[in-house]
């Protein structure tokens, strides 16, 4: 199924749920030696600023690389990339949480509104958009590593950069068989490429143990019901377009992974787990809880004011009921680690409260 008239917002939405994809995340690496964090940038150790990582005391691996990518492609380092460059938004949130600044990163200011799960240091270079990033900007980064999404080596990007003897890692960016599994081991490529598996490793075993926490406070919650559906939208002329995400989404796994059942039963997209609706079918599920992206997108008029002024809006269970809830603004649903921990957090709070 194509995505491609599923958003007219692409800045709210990873590149590739404009096709539809499917890919297995396959790993291969090898490196054993390691070096302190704090080496010097002589010693092409990774650098961070953020202030997550100001008592990060892991290590960085200073041997040689090897690592397949979801293309199936093998990238092979002399040592871990330390000049890398981004071209989607949950590779971004990915090095910041592993303690590495990217070089340089596509649309670093929508970035900084759709994804607060790590900041991005200001002085940070921006290499255009995510969908058409400028492959000059980018070599004018002198990176090491490009990290793309892309299910495909014949994307025009990476051919232009193999022209160039740039390394590549292509990531399919979603997988709607385990979308959470999919999330980790992303965020442990990615970790195995920059030489952070260390820091991987903790960023991790936080997340697991998140997941642990939440999952109690649901249960003493004793909720009247754990059925529930997320959803975004945008405003399409003068109706309101809802977008789902079904199963096999990273959001709605993250709702189950809390015991709660996601009741969206409509078709998505194998890889995202995203539906498409409109007011009338979303209030077929009008008895269980809503739950919706709560960031104010700055290049489309405010979907959910229009929303409220719909009758059938008015009349569906859940809003009778005063059981919708906004996800706090910046939540990427899109992202890794560090952003499925603030979606957890954002489920228990509003279930709770």
């Given at each position: 199924m194509s995505l491609s008239t599923l958003s007219p917002t692409p800045r709210r939405t990873p590149v590739l749920v404009f096709a539809a994809v499917s890919a297995t995340c396959a790993l291969a690496l090898s490196a054993c030696g390691t070096t302190a964090t704090d080496a010097s940038a002589e010693d092409g150790a990774a650098k961070s600023t953020s202030e997550a990582c100001a008592d990060d005391s892991g290590t960085t691996s200073a041997d040689p690389v090897s690592v397949k990518d979801d293309t199936g492609h093998t990238i092979e380092l002399d040592k871990p990339a330390s000049t890398v460059v981004s071209l989607e938004w949950q590779y971004t949130e990915d090095l910041l949480s592993l303690c590495v600044d990217p070089a340089a990163v596509a649309d670093a200011k929508g970035f900084t509104t759709w994804d607060t799960a790590e900041k991005l240091p200001e002085d940070?270079?921006?290499?255009?958009?995510?969908?058409?990033?400028?492959?000059?900007?980018?070599?004018?980064?002198?990176?090491?590593?490009?990290?793309?999404e892309s299910t495909s080596r014949d994307d025009k990007i990476i051919k232009a950069l193999d022209k160039q003897d740039i390394p590549v890692m292509a990531m399919t960016g979603a997988d709607g068989e385990d979308p959470i599994a999919y999330m980790k081991d992303t965020f442990s490529t990615?970790?195995?490429?920059?030489?952070?598996?260390?820091?991987?490793?903790?960023?991790?075993?936080?997340?697991?143990?998140?997941?642990?926490?939440?999952?109690?406070?649901?249960?003493?919650?004793?909720?009247?019901?754990?059925?529930?559906?997320?959803?975004?939208?945008?405003?399409?002329g003068s109706n309101v377009a809802l977008r789902p995400f079904g199963q096999g989404s990273l959001l709605g796994e993250l709702g189950e992974e809390l015991g709660l059942k996601n009741v969206?039963?409509?078709?998505?997209?194998?890889?995202?787990?995203?539906?498409?609706?409109?007011?009338?079918?979303?209030?077929?599920?009008?008895?269980?809880?809503?739950?919706?992206?709560?960031?104010?997108?700055?290049?489309?008029?405010?979907y959910v004011e229009l929303l409220k002024k719909n009758d059938i809006w008015s009349n569906i269970l859940a809003v009778k009921d005063d059981r919708t809830y906004a996800f706090p603004s910046g939540i990427w649903t899109f992202g890794g680690p560090k952003s499925s921990e603030q979606a957890l957090d954002a489920y228990v709070e509003a279930l709770t409260k």
């Open positions: 940070t270079a921006d290499v255009g958009t995510r969908q058409e990033p400028n492959v000059e900007s980018i070599l004018s980064a002198n990176p090491d590593l490009v990290i793309i990615v970790a195995e490429a920059t030489g952070r598996s260390e820091r991987a490793d903790t960023v991790l075993a936080d997340f697991d143990a998140k997941v642990e926490e939440s999952k109690k406070a649901i249960v003493s919650a004793d909720l009247e019901t754990k059925d529930f559906v997320y959803f975004d939208g945008w405003v399409n969206w039963t409509g078709d998505v997209d194998p890889a995202y787990g995203l539906g498409q609706t409109d007011i009338e079918g979303i209030s077929k599920a009008g008895d269980a809880n809503f739950f919706y992206t709560g960031t104010d997108d700055p290049e489309s008029e405010d």
